[in-house]
């Protein structure tokens, strides 16, 4: 007697399961290692430790994709052909509390916030698994389109240059830091008269007030460079190229061909250098808290937790629609398996200092497109994530590519996760049930304030400021409302299953 495998069960030849996992790595690559680089400079930590963001990011990604896949005991693992990245959800409100808090002890936040949303997400995923009728392709286009258009900017930012730093739009002009330093010494003067100074006619200075400063009101030379604009034109038109002529793989990998053109030409007009790759070393281990120990803030918390719940309640509809490619049912005590290793991967990414994990989108569309529905292909594809977090050269290399090589992706990338969103909200109801188009609307709007009005908190309790900081918490919790009061929590999985097949660009 035979017992047919299931092809989700199939395990192939190793040498096709290498060739066909490192597909995988590549298409999710340049997804994976924006994040750290964004979070990591938002924090203003040195390239050494951005380098050792994208080395755990990496080993991380990889460890949880193996778990998820493979599986380990009853309780954790879909057991399907799933990688894990980390989510782009969690951008915008790790940047908030990067901006309120910079350096180590920001990052002692944000790493602790994730711990903490990382065990709640495990504790309540029975629970979540249970919540899809609560987001509708209504709810989730919205949400998923608010993450794009916050996301933009930092893409913008890359290309131009930052708000703040070097490369800020504006800078101090030097003839009024002279004459505020010449006031200054004036001032100080009037305390403790230097020999020669009569007290009497510097006391009328009076001292300078604590904390003043001047605004930055010169243009800056280093903003918004002819050269770096166009470097990031060429990735971009590299990009749009190889997605348009070429055909297959190299059509799904066209973001990360296009930042290695960009490298390429950043580095033949001297515009990039490999001196801290040439310093890294070939091999290293990641280890736990390598940059900061985490503080547990419970607002920051829970901002995170709520982030999690948005991101289980996508991925639920990514492993539905990834039961019904493979032709795998997933019945509940999957999902919810499924659900908490989206959990205990955010808390393996705490504890290594990295980030939120999810299952990434783009790689479920690529199952569809191969055909291969071998979990064990992502399985190799998690050994090789292990083994490139393993290498401080590579991580290193990421580093050192100029943001406006970045900028030039960034478009491409944070552009697909708006576009996902208007897709799905392209599939909803509005000619039989004009009510949608109110929680779109509105829901919109409000994550738009963040970004258009970000002072718009500052008569508010400080203790709730991250929570309120993020346009897409905001988009969240107003279309969830909105839709429970117009359409109720009626709703089937086959609305989150169709979603989630169009969901296939972020």
């Known amino acids: 007697m035979t017992t047919s495998t299931h092809p989700v069960d199939e395990r192939l030849p190793n040498g096709k399961l290498g060739a066909l996992g490192l597909q995988h790595v590549l298409v999710m690559y340049a997804g994976a290692v924006a994040v750290p680089l964004i979070v990591g400079r938002a924090l203003k930590l040195s390239p050494e430790q951005v380098a ?4 755990a990011d990496l080993f991380c990604c990889g460890l949880v994709t193996i778990i998820q896949s493979l599986g380990a005991t009853q309780w954790f693992g879909i057991r399907l052909p799933v990688m894990m990245g980390v989510t782009f959800a969690s951008v915008s409100p790790m940047v908030a509390m990067a901006n309120n808090n910079p350096g180590v002890a920001g990052a002692g936040l944000i790493f602790g ?50 708000p703040f730093g ?14 505020l330093a010449e006031v200054g010494s004036l001032a100080n003067a009037a305390v403790t ?18 904390g003043l400063s001047l605004a930055s009101s010169v243009p800056n030379p280093n903003y918004a460079q002819l050269p770096h604009i166009a470097i990031a034109a060429t990735v971009l038109a590299s990009i749009l190229l190889i997605a348009k002529f070429a055909k297959g793989f190299v059509a799904n990998i066209s973001v990360l061909l296009g930042i290695i053109v960009g490298g390429v030409i950043a580095t033949a007009v001297g515009l990039m250098n490999f001196d801290k790759v040439a310093k890294a070393n070939w091999f290293d281990l990641v280890l736990p808290f390598s940059i900061a120990t985490p503080v547990f803030d419970p607002i920051l918390i829970l901002t995170m937790t709520l982030v999690m719940i948005v991101v289980m309640i996508e991925s639920t509809g990514m492993f539905l629609a990834l039961g019904d490619m493979t032709g795998k049912k997933v019945d509940q005590k999957m999902l919810t398996a499924g659900l908490r290793t989206d959990g205990l991967g955010t808390l393996i990414g705490g504890i290594f200092n990295t980030f939120p994990y999810t299952s990434f989108s783009q790689n479920v569309g690529l199952v569809g497109v191969t055909g291969v529905r ?3 292909v992502c399985v190799a594809g998690g050994l090789i994530l292990i083994v490139l977090g393993l290498l401080p050269k590579m991580a290193a290399l990421v580093e050192s590519l100029p943001t406006f090589v970045l900028g030039g992706a960034g ?13 799905i909200l392209s599939n909803v109801d509005y000619k039989n049930n004009r009510n949608n188009l109110f929680i779109v609307a509105i829901s919109i709007g409000f994550g738009m304030i963040p970004l258009i009005a970000p002072n718009f908190k500052q008569w508010l309790p400080h203790a709730i400021h991250p929570l309120i900081d993020s346009g897409i918490l905001l988009a969240s919790l107003s279309a969830v409302l909105l839709n429970l009061y117009f359409n109720g929590s009626q709703g089937d999985n086959s609305d989150a299953v169709q979603a989630a097949k169009v969901a296939d660009s972020h």
Do not use: Y
């Open 411 to 423: 478009l491409v990338m944070f552009g697909m996760v708006a576009a996902t969103g208007i897709r």
């Open 193 to 210: 008269p230097a020999a020669g100074v009569n007290a009497a006619a510097s006391a009328v200075v009076p001292a300078i007030p604590k």
């Open 374 to 376: 071998s979990r064990f």
């Open 113 to 162: 916030a994730i711990i903490g949303a990382g065990i709640i997400s495990i504790l309540i995923a029975p629970v979540v698994s249970r919540m899809l009728r609560f987001f509708p392709p209504v709810v989730t286009g919205t949400i998923i389109a608010v993450i794009g258009i916050s996301l933009m900017r930092i893409g913008i930012n890359w290309i131009f240059g930052n």
């Open 166 to 179: 070097p490369t800020a739009p504006s800078v101090v002009n030097p003839e009024h830091a002279k004459w």
């Open 52 to 55: 050792t963001l994208i080395s």
